[in-house]
Each structure stands twice: as C-alpha cells, then as structure tokens.
C-alpha cells in the first residue's frame, strides 16, 4: 500500500502514487513518510494502492493543522464517508452529539472522503463557509436556509456561533448529522434531516456500517511520519 495526501504540499517521493512517485510497500515491510507542514489547515490521507477498495472499506483519516487563534474555539471534525450504502459521520451513522456550549464558536471541518459531491449546511444558527480545501477564504459572510457542495475528496469548513439555547445541526444529508442541544438520535439510527431548500436526501440500504480505523501521525511540533 501507499498513503496518498490530499491538499498537503508534500515533497513528490511523498505523494503515495505507487509506480509513479513511489514503490508500493509491500506486506510485512514498512515506509516513513516524514516531511513538514507549512500551512494551517483541514487535509486527509488515504491508502492509493489498490484505493478503490481499501478507501471504501475505511483505509483513510484526517490530518488537521490547527491554528492559535482559534483556539477557544470548538473544532470539530466530520469526516464524512459511505459504509455499506449508509453515509456516515466519523464512521457513526444516524444523529449523534456534538458537545459545544452556548455562545461558543464551531469549526466544523467538513472532510468528504466518498467518490460524489455531497451538501453540508447549518440549522439553528447561520453558518459561514471560512475556508476550502486548507484555503481560508477573505470575507465570507453569513449563509442561511441554503447548503454547499462538498466535492468528491473535498474539505469546506464551516464556522457558526452557537445560538443561546444551545441548540444548532451540522447535516451532511441522507440522515448524517452532529447535534448540540435537544435529543440526539442513538449513533446506528438513521434520522431525517432538518429542512434544508437544496439537500436531496437519498434512502439508503440498512445494514450496519463499519467504523474505520484510527491511525496517530507524528508527534508533538515536529515532522509527520
């Protein structure tokens, strides 16, 4: 296998394109992909030997550069993908929780990890589309009652304050969604999703998705490896 980045300006020896940019890393040996992240921002990696199986069955993560500024802030990150004909949220389908308080401000770090475009948007409070693909946007203003297309392999981030009864929804349609306040439906059920003008929500199959794994990518301050 070879780990492919997505938005991350890696030397090319680095890129993970197996017979291209590199060998593929054969079972039992192993690679270090060891470089230095210049700039901020929301990326992912994911398996590019054999990828069209190994991406589908979870061979993925994120990799999140955070920034000082935002940090009394709350960063979420939801990491969208399609388990088994059911879309997902950081490998939980269905409505679950998401923690922030009132009046705290959420990143939420849309990352659509499946082969389609996808929409996101915000209830309960409007939302602002602050950067795409690692790249802050200058002067984004405030979006309501409208979604945004997340491209196949994509990353949009959304920021919301969160409104004073607590209550807000990050939907990325057919039924996957991260709730603050009120009652969240159990992680395996699937819930319609709030109102959205432009959303289509598809039916999807019902068997039980499988929660990709998690992998740790360098330590502290220095090189990822």
């Given at each position: ?55 589908r069955q979870g061979l993925f993560g994120a990799l999140i550069v955070s920034e000082p ?157």
């Amino acid at each position: 296998m070879t780990l492919h980045w997505h938005g991350v300006d890696v030397p090319n020896g680095e890129d993970g394109v197996a017979g291209v940019t590199q060998d593929a890393v054969r079972p039992g040996k192993s690679f270090v992909y060891r470089f230095t992240v210049q700039d901020a921002g929301t990326y992912w990696y994911h398996s590019h030997q054999v990828g069209h199986e190994q991406v589908r069955q979870g061979l993925f993560g994120a990799l999140i550069v955070s920034e000082p500024v935002f940090a009394e802030g709350f960063d979420q990150v939801v990491q969208v993908h399609t388990f088994d004909g059911r879309r997902t949220i950081n490998g939980v389908a269905g409505v679950s929780a998401l923690t922030a308080r009132p009046s705290q401000v959420v990143r939420a770090r849309v990352i659509n990890t499946d082969a389609g475009p996808l929409r996101a948007w915000v209830s309960g409070a409007a939302y602002r589309v602050v950067a795409i693909d690692g790249r802050s946007l200058s002067g984004p203003t405030d979006i309501t009652g409208k979604s945004v297309i997340v491209t196949a392999g994509g990353r949009i981030d959304l920021t919301f304050e969160m409104p004073a009864d607590g209550v807000a929804r990050v939907d990325v349609g057919a039924g996957a969604a991260l709730v603050a306040g009120g009652a969240a439906a159990g992680p395996t059920r699937v819930a319609s999703s709030t109102s959205s003008p432009t959303a289509v929500q598809p039916s999807w199959a019902s068997t039980r998705p499988r929660r990709p794994a998690t992998s740790t990518i360098g330590s502290g301050g220095g090189p990822a490896s």
